[in-house]
């Protein structure tokens, strides 16, 4: 009888794995439906490549500045022991526990920690658990990090500091772990915010945030840790900063996004050719300062612009940019703007796939445009 019985346990305990791997599995693909990712190729001039996914090239990034950078400190809730997403495994390990190391549960004391050693001298790598926790320290990147340089005339500043974050849809996340906060930072002077696409783009341009002399906001897409892999190169270098990126040639319509969203501009832009209608699409790189001649330049050619990403639509950067081609492009436009973007709601849960700007929203604005 005994036997019987522990062969049961063994049998359910075996079905209840299969079911969960099931689970999980489903989950995943649940989560990575709104969007497709594509590798990039690496840029050809900065030596041998390696296959990484986007935490480890961001892992890579912090560590080349760690051992090329005596002054770098990287800090934030459980970073000692490799963060919840484990972007920092394997670094407190190699560089001691004087220049990796973990803090109070406190966003506020984070930054503000990290202001006064950027100010000190170091080059201080903060880490914000999720992006929905940073608002705590909103007041220290605003109104200290961002205006540091400009009150004190130029005698003091603090552009050693870089908060990293995890931000954006994930499938599960629901109101506090989903957000993605650009747009607040956006209003400020002071500071640069950057949300990069890809593996290549995580490394190169978090290296670049880490040695600008401004304060920067390095917004990761979380969904893309391990759902985006690529060729990044293994050595040093840098992408540049406020400078944003054509990915594919068009000539009827511009479609311009950041982050995840720019994947699911690029599928759009391949249905969007099957119906005759050829799309530009730019990934704007850093939101702040963004790149308004880029921009400006693909929609003075196609005459069409739809601006898309997962933020709530009201006060959202879509409307800057909108704004922005409204008065530059205003004659060139055949038609008004379009912006595709998160509703006004707090993030849902179940209903998340009904808020994201998913690639069939995205395909009628550009029928809308075109049809206009």
């Known amino acids: 009888m005994a036997l019987i019985c522990r062969n049961a346990f063994r049998h359910s305990q ?4 299969n079911i969960l791997s099931n689970i999980k599995a489903n989950s995943l693909a649940k989560r990575l439906i709104h969007f497709k990712f594509e590798p990039d190729s690496p840029p050809s001039n900065v030596g041998p490549t390696e296959k990484m996914n986007f935490l480890q090239a961001l892992t890579n ?15 934030g809730e459980d970073v000692a022991f490799g963060g ?5 495994v394997g670094l407190r390990k190699k560089y001691g526990s004087d220049r990796v190391f973990n803090t109070p549960l406190c966003e506020q004391g984070i930054v503000g920690f990290g202001i006064g050693a950027a100010v000190a001298g ?13 608002f705590p320290a909103f007041d220290q990147l605003v109104n200290e990090a961002a205006k540091y340089r400009y009150r004190s005339g130029g005698l003091f500043e603090c552009g050693k500091l870089t908060v990293r974050t995890p931000c954006g849809a994930v499938g599960h996340g629901a109101l ?24 290549i783009q995580a490394k190169g341009l978090l290296l670049s945030c880490i040695r600008d002399d401004n304060p920067c906001v390095f917004l990761e897409p979380k969904i893309l840790y391990r759902s985006a892999e690529e060729e990044v190169p293994v050595g040093d270098y840098t992408l540049p900063l406020s400078k944003a990126e054509v990915l594919r040639k068009g000539t009827d319509v511009t479609l311009i996004g950041y982050g995840t969203q720019v994947h699911v501009l690029k599928e759009v832009a391949e249905l969007a050719a099957v119906e005759g209608i050829s799309c530009e699409v730019i990934d704007m790189v850093t939101i702040l300062p963004w790149d308004v001649d880029t921009v400006c330049s693909s929609v003075a050619k196609t005459g069409r612009v739809v601006v898309s990403h997962e933020s709530p639509i009201t006060g959202g950067f879509a409307g800057e940019v909108a704004a922005t081609i409204q008065k530059e492009c205003f004659l060139n436009l055949e038609a008004p703007v379009e912006r595709i973007c998160g509703y006004d709601t707090p993030f849902p849960h179940v209903l998340e796939p009904f808020f994201m700007p998913d690639k069939w929203r995205c395909l009628q604005a550009v029928k809308n445009v075109v049809n206009y």
């Not at 075996?14 to 794995?17: E, L």
């Not at 990034?61 to 800090?75: V, W």
């Not at 170091?122 to 940073?134: G, L, M, N, P, R």
């Not at 506090?176 to 990069?196: D, M, R």
Request: with cysteine; aromatic share 12%; charged share 15%.
């Open 84 to 88: 919840v997403f484990r972007c920092t």
């Open 122 to 134: 170091s080059t201080a790598v903060a880490e914000i658990q999720f992006a929905d926790y940073i």
């Open 176 to 199: 506090y772990h989903s957000q993605t906060p650009e747009a607040y930072f956006a209003h400020t002077a002071g500071l640069k915010v950057v949300i990069p696409r890809s593996p």
């Open 14 to 17: 075996s079905m209840r794995k």
């Open 61 to 75: 990034a912090m560590d080349i500045s760690l051992q090329s950078d005596p002054t770098t400190i990287i800090f």
